[in-house]
């Protein structure tokens, strides 16, 4: 990484033990501080201590390297100030001027008055509120508390600022009726001061997604749980960890190319999995739960094998049928119908199935966090010998479709 800009004013260089000194103070405090990332942007080797030059040149115009900078631990001597929270040796000069600003909690609200010099040309006045000279705010993105009170006060929405922050947050309700954006407080990996001061119109813009000052941001909004109305959240990414948690997907519709199909509990799911799909009715595996088959073959052979020859004729029916009440695919009857009317739909079970934006990346294909294993270890083991059975005889009537297309093909 090599910063873009010439090395001035507040876009000086920093000393790094590595030795790649082409980054700008500025930039490696994003890192450090937004991203909780102390490693080299070059090499990635761990930095524990960085020094932002002093712009000093020795006698061949070159500035000082890391290791010519005198250090006593945690201080460097007068014209120094250190910040443990982010690991960094600034000058008291280029600290007052530029560091300590991005750390601060002034107001950031500009006012348009009319002129007093008679004309009643709008002028553009800067509130000068600031916390206190000293406050600055160091809680860094997603990293405020314990990470075990994070998850609670995210699960029952309790988060609050507290502090020099709740001060800021006051004065923008009550002199300007503003406010901040909790969600991009907590989340959004950039400083406080940078973050805009909303209106409650522009504030809803922007948790939709439609806020003008958002544009070319890349930035689409915080998008909202359907079931959890009105709790909003950061991203789809963190939107996705909530679904997984807090409610249901069903895994056969995703195994059938069906992805994302979210029930907000358990009984709705099973309402779909009735209407739907084939959900085994013995009472042993109703409280199991999550014992459905996508096809009657499936079902059947778990049924013999699981519950005996008794509980059916012994027989499985070659000709099976997909169930699915909500309109077949033409090109692929087997296939389980699409929602229609929206990604909010009402299902035949009088319940809602919410389809969010789909995961890109890693995340794509994230694991149902709620659902319960089956305790019982020979029911598990039956479950698993069955759903294995069931899956070799597709792929061996896969092959057989293949050849059987192959001899249509080339008789």
């Given at each position: 990484l090599v910063c873009h800009?010439?090395?001035?004013?507040?876009?000086?260089?920093?000393?790094?033990?590595?030795?790649?000194?082409?980054?700008?103070?500025?930039?490696?405090?994003?890192?450090?501080?937004?991203?909780?990332?102390?490693?080299?942007?070059?090499?990635?080797?761990?930095?524990?201590?960085?020094?932002?030059?002093?712009?000093?040149?020795?006698?061949?115009?070159?500035?000082?390297?890391?290791?010519?900078?005198?250090?006593?631990?945690?201080?460097?001597?007068?014209?120094?100030?250190?910040?443990?929270?982010?690991?960094?040796?600034?000058?008291?000069?280029?600290?007052?001027?530029?560091?300590?600003?991005?750390?601060?909690?002034?107001?950031?609200?500009?006012?348009?008055?009319?002129?007093?010099?008679?004309?009643?040309?709008?002028?553009?006045?800067?509130?000068?509120?600031?916390?206190?000279?000293?406050?600055?705010?160091?809680?860094?993105?997603?990293?405020t508390g314990t990470g075990a009170q994070n998850e609670a006060d995210e699960a029952n929405d309790n988060w609050r600022p507290t502090g020099p922050l709740r001060g800021l947050v006051d004065h923008l309700r009550t002199s300007h009726g503003r406010q901040l954006c909790t969600l991009c407080v907590r989340f959004r990996r950039d400083f406080v001061c940078h973050l805009p001061r909303l209106n409650p119109r522009e504030h809803h813009e922007h948790l939709s997604g439609k806020y003008a000052g958002d544009a070319g941001s890349g930035f689409r909004g915080h998008p909202m749980c359907e079931f959890c109305r009105p709790k909003r959240f950061y991203d789809i990414g963190k939107l996705h960890e909530h679904l997984n948690k807090e409610h249901y997907k069903c895994h056969v519709c995703e195994k059938a190319g069906l992805p994302n199909q979210f029930f907000k509990d358990y009984d709705r799911l099973e309402a779909h999995f009735r209407s739907e799909h084939f959900l085994c009715p013995d009472p042993s595996c109703l409280a199991a739960r999550f014992v459905v088959f996508e096809n009657e073959i499936d079902f059947r052979a778990h049924r013999m094998a699981v519950h005996g020859a008794g509980a059916d004729t012994g027989r499985i029916q070659i000709s099976f049928q997909v169930r699915g009440s909500r309109g077949q695919h033409p090109d692929n009857p087997d296939r389980p119908p699409t929602l229609e009317g929206g990604d909010f739909a009402h299902g035949p079970d009088g319940g809602h199935v919410f389809v969010p934006e789909a995961l890109e990346g890693p995340g794509e294909n994230a694991e149902q966090e709620n659902e319960p294993l089956i305790t019982d270890p020979v029911h598990a083991a039956r479950t698993a010998a069955m759903r294995e059975a069931a899956a070799q005889r597709r792929r061996e009537q896969g092959e057989d479709a293949e050849r059987e297309e192959e001899e249509r093909a080339f008789p």
């Amino acid at each position: 990484l090599v910063c873009h800009h010439k090395f001035s004013g507040e876009n000086v260089p920093a000393a790094l033990p590595c030795g790649h000194d082409s980054t700008c103070a500025i930039c490696h405090l994003r890192l450090r501080h937004l991203h909780d990332d102390r490693a080299c942007p070059v090499c990635r080797s761990p930095n524990e201590d960085i020094v932002v030059s002093d712009m000093v040149p020795d006698a061949d115009g070159n500035l000082k390297a890391y290791e010519e900078y005198e250090r006593w631990g945690a201080d460097m001597g007068p014209g120094w100030t250190y910040r443990e929270e982010v690991g960094v040796f600034f000058p008291d000069a280029y600290w007052g001027a530029h560091a300590a600003q991005l750390f601060g909690l002034g107001c950031g609200v500009i006012e348009k008055t009319r002129g007093g010099d008679g004309s009643g040309a709008p002028v553009c006045t800067p509130c000068t509120w600031e916390a206190s000279s000293s406050a600055l705010y160091f809680d860094a993105p997603a990293r405020t508390g314990t990470g075990a009170q994070n998850e609670a006060d995210e699960a029952n929405d309790n988060w609050r600022p507290t502090g020099p922050l709740r001060g800021l947050v006051d004065h923008l309700r009550t002199s300007h009726g503003r406010q901040l954006c909790t969600l991009c407080v907590r989340f959004r990996r950039d400083f406080v001061c940078h973050l805009p001061r909303l209106n409650p119109r522009e504030h809803h813009e922007h948790l939709s997604g439609k806020y003008a000052g958002d544009a070319g941001s890349g930035f689409r909004g915080h998008p909202m749980c359907e079931f959890c109305r009105p709790k909003r959240f950061y991203d789809i990414g963190k939107l996705h960890e909530h679904l997984n948690k807090e409610h249901y997907k069903c895994h056969v519709c995703e195994k059938a190319g069906l992805p994302n199909q979210f029930f907000k509990d358990y009984d709705r799911l099973e309402a779909h999995f009735r209407s739907e799909h084939f959900l085994c009715p013995d009472p042993s595996c109703l409280a199991a739960r999550f014992v459905v088959f996508e096809n009657e073959i499936d079902f059947r052979a778990h049924r013999m094998a699981v519950h005996g020859a008794g509980a059916d004729t012994g027989r499985i029916q070659i000709s099976f049928q997909v169930r699915g009440s909500r309109g077949q695919h033409p090109d692929n009857p087997d296939r389980p119908p699409t929602l229609e009317g929206g990604d909010f739909a009402h299902g035949p079970d009088g319940g809602h199935v919410f389809v969010p934006e789909a995961l890109e990346g890693p995340g794509e294909n994230a694991e149902q966090e709620n659902e319960p294993l089956i305790t019982d270890p020979v029911h598990a083991a039956r479950t698993a010998a069955m759903r294995e059975a069931a899956a070799q005889r597709r792929r061996e009537q896969g092959e057989d479709a293949e050849r059987e297309e192959e001899e249509r093909a080339f008789p």
